[in-house]
């Protein structure tokens, strides 16, 4: 049974930082894309930043120079590291993997707040 489980998310002040982990689990095949999505109140969920197998990055305009992501592939791991937090980042942060297969897995989500 594939699992993700994340961590990291939590309250911090505007300009602080957090570091989100995703840990999946029970995966045996190759993961193609890892990424983090994102959903303030009100809103769709929009993507953040993700990676693809071959190192890759892409990531949404808003979080260019303050955000970045890594993975660890032995560990099924990804990480996105948020720095010059704004409280336009509050958001309940969602874990996404990709497998080769096509298959889409989420992580159950951990919140971010960012107080002004």
């Known amino acids: 049974q594939v699992q993700l489980v994340e961590s990291g998310g939590g309250l911090v002040q505007t300009g602080g930082s957090l570091r989100l982990s995703c840990a999946a689990s029970?995966?045996?095949?190759?993961?193609?894309?890892m990424a983090w999505y994102r959903q303030a109140p009100g809103k769709q969920r929009e993507l953040v930043a993700a990676?693809?197998?071959?190192?890759?990055?892409n990531y949404a305009d808003s979080v260019k120079g303050r955000f970045t992501i890594s993975r660890d592939n032995p560990k099924n791991t990804v990480y996105l590291q948020m720095n010059s937090l704004k409280p336009e980042d509050t958001a309940v942060y969602y874990c996404?993997?990709?497998?080769?297969?096509?298959?889409?897995?989420w992580g159950q989500g951990t919140q971010v707040t960012v107080s002004s």
């Open positions: 996404n993997v990709v497998l080769f297969t096509r298959y889409e897995y």
């Open positions: 029970g995966i045996i095949v190759s993961i193609n894309v």
């Open positions: 990676m693809r197998s071959g190192g890759s990055t």
